[in-house]
């Protein structure tokens, strides 16, 4: 069984899996209290911590977009072990994350029905091939939250850049296929308060019907 990080209820009959790393760890207890103030909902949030962000979060290789490390295809691997932590069907599951962990979220939501709904906040949806696996195949949640920060396709990196346009175009995508999806902006770029994008992401999912 995958270790966790576990806050919140336990008793609570929604749970909000995390991927994390260590920076998302020393900011989470402001994110628990963000989406406490934001949904007045009770929940357990289950951390998973992540050993290879690049590797462990990736739905296939990729080679390098920044920097020297490419992209492994560890998302698999990742979400059967988080679907162990699932199996209790009286409980309603939400899968979320920032960054990598957004895009290997929802990517989840096309391999699983699980998950009642997906928290993508900034997603790196510039994953070279991601917008045409959108395009053909079935989202198998009911509702997804994405959000962008406003200054995030602001660089000079080329595969980055596209960002923006990708993030709408599966907004467009998942909105014409019935899907209940927001696209929410954000000032900034991306590494402006992901703890408060990733709350805002997850109360959404809480307080929709």
């Keep these: 069984m995958i270790q966790t990080i576990d806050f919140g209820d336990s008793c609570s009959g929604n749970v909000l899996v995390q991927p994390v790393d260590e920076y998302d760890l020393s900011t989470i207890e402001n994110e628990i209290r963000v989406i406490k103030e934001l949904s007045g909902e009770d929940f357990l949030l289950r951390a998973v911590p992540v050993k290879d962000w690049n590797s462990d979060l990736s739905p296939w290789e990729a080679p390098p977009v920044f920097g020297k490390n490419g992209f492994g295809d560890g998302a698999a691997a990742t979400l059967e072990s988080i679907l162990d932590l699932c199996a209790d069907g009286t409980k309603t599951y939400f899968l979320g994350g920032y960054s990598l962990a957004g895009l290997f979220s929802l990517w989840a939501a096309f391999k699983t029905g699980v998950f009642a709904g997906v928290a993508a906040a900034s997603p790196s949806v510039w994953f070279p091939g991601f917008d045409g696996f959108v395009r053909e195949n079935t989202l198998l949640c009911r509702k997804v939250y994405l959000s962008l920060g406003d200054r995030e396709e602001k660089t000079r990196n080329p595969v980055m850049a596209t960002v923006g346009g990708r ?37 959404w999912l809480l307080t929709r019907e």
């Design 167 to 203: 993030i709408k175009e599966i907004h467009g995508v998942l909105t014409a296929r019935g899907t209940e999806c927001v696209l929410e902006w954000n000032e900034g770029n991306h590494f402006k308060e992901p703890d408060i994008r990733t709350a805002k992401a997850f109360s």
